[in-house]
């Protein structure tokens, strides 16, 4: 069934609304009604009402466009798992054959391993020697079937070669069956590639200064056992940050969980990203406005204070926090505090009474 993308003739970026037009485009041309001769009509117009159920639906598309369902919404069949094709069939089958062979052979007073035409004598072979070799050639190749051969005892007599599907060699492991053989050879795989059990994570703290937290550093714990870890700090690392330190030894402890805080500043506190500061104005700068110069975790800068500023207003200045994992930085926030002066100023004092008196005339 056809792609409802090249049913509808839109691209896989196409937009609701773009399907939908395509859609009443297709569906008014293709309606059987407008083909009462055309056979083929009815079939198109299911289908194209069939890809437009499969794209308006949200659901159906993503899962469409991730390979989830096919054309017609179904799963599409897994794939059989394992050999499609038993490899060791054909080696069954051929011993089967030599040990059907070799029983007829003894019925009939024929010597074992003899073919007409053949050689007989000490080159001849018997029908396990026969098998034996063939499952070695079979499974490891034909240079291993020859240096079982070569392995094999010169003078073992074929009345002594044990029945069945296992025979007598020098070369280690070549006595047993080959599925048994292979059973062990994946049951040791698997026991040298099966997961270890991860064991439990330690949780530890880190207290850094503001400054370390916004260039970076190296720091370092110790474990339980004495041993010192250390580990990179990155620019940026937000308060209460959590940073994962792989195990130096997996197969003894577990990886270590490091809490990151900051330690308290004179001058600063941090929420998230962003660093909050306070800085005071007069109230003449408060009332009238200003240019204030404030120092920022990396320098000064100077600040426009607006007029009529009270201690409630907050200047933001953007990319003046700690730096972000996409490259930017938080806001610096600065909280204005209006302070009075030292020493009481007279002319104030008068200005406030002045003030007061024209209030309640």
């Known amino acids: 069934m056809r792609s409802p993308y090249t049913v509808l003739g839109v691209s896989k970026t196409a937009r609701t609304e773009d399907i939908k037009s395509a859609y009443r485009q297709l569906a008014k041309t293709w309606h059987p009604d407008q083909n009462p001769g055309d056979p083929q009509a ?39 798992r394992g050999f499609s094709v038993n490899p060791f069939k054909a080696f ?17 007073g024929a010597t074992p391993g003899a073919n007409p035409g053949s050689a007989t004598g000490d080159n001849a072979e018997t029908p396990d020697e026969a098998s034996f070799k063939d499952m070695v050639a079979h499974i490891f190749g034909e240079a291993a079937a020859r240096q079982a051969k070569r392995n094999a005892p010169a003078d073992a007599a074929p009345d002594k ?30 026991t040298r590639h099966r997961p270890q059990p991860r064991l439990p994570v330690t949780r530890h703290h880190v207290v850094i200064s503001l400054e370390s937290a916004f260039a970076g550093t190296i720091s370092e714990i110790t474990l339980e056992d004495g041993t010192s870890l250390r ?20 197969s003894a402890k577990g990886d270590a969980i490091i809490t990151i805080r900051h330690q308290k500043h004179p001058r600063f506190q941090t929420s998230g990203a962003d660093i909050h500061g306070e800085h005071g104005i007069e109230l003449a700068e408060a009332v009238l ?73």
């Open 289 to 361: 406005g200003c240019s204030v110069v404030f120092r920022g975790i990396d320098g000064p800068l100077k600040i426009e204070v607006p007029q009529w500023s009270g201690s409630d207003t907050v200047l933001r200045v953007q990319e003046k926090g700690l730096p972000t994992a996409d490259g930017g930085r938080g806001a610096l926030l600065v909280h204005l505090r209006v302070m009075l002066p030292e020493k009481p100023d007279p002319r104030l004092i008068d200005l406030m009474r002045s003030g007061g008196k024209e209030l309640y005339v």
């Open 92 to 108: 069954k089958e051929a011993m089967g054959r030599q040990t059907s062979g070799a029983a007829a052979s003894a019925n009939s």
């Open 42 to 80: 009815g079939s198109r117009f299911a289908e194209i009402a069939h890809a437009y159920k499969m794209l308006i639906d949200p659901d159906l598309r993503v899962k469409f466009d991730a390979g989830l369902i096919d054309a017609r919404g179904k799963r599409p069949a897994k794939p059989a």
């Open 161 to 190: 070669a044990p029945s069945g599907r296992r025979t007598e060699t020098d070369a280690p492991g070549m006595d047993e069956d080959p599925l048994d053989a292979l059973d062990a050879l994946f049951a040791k795989w698997k």
């Open 231 to 250: 580990f990179a700090v990155p620019a940026g690392t937000v308060d209460g940050a959590e940073i994962q330190v792989p195990s130096p030894d997996p």
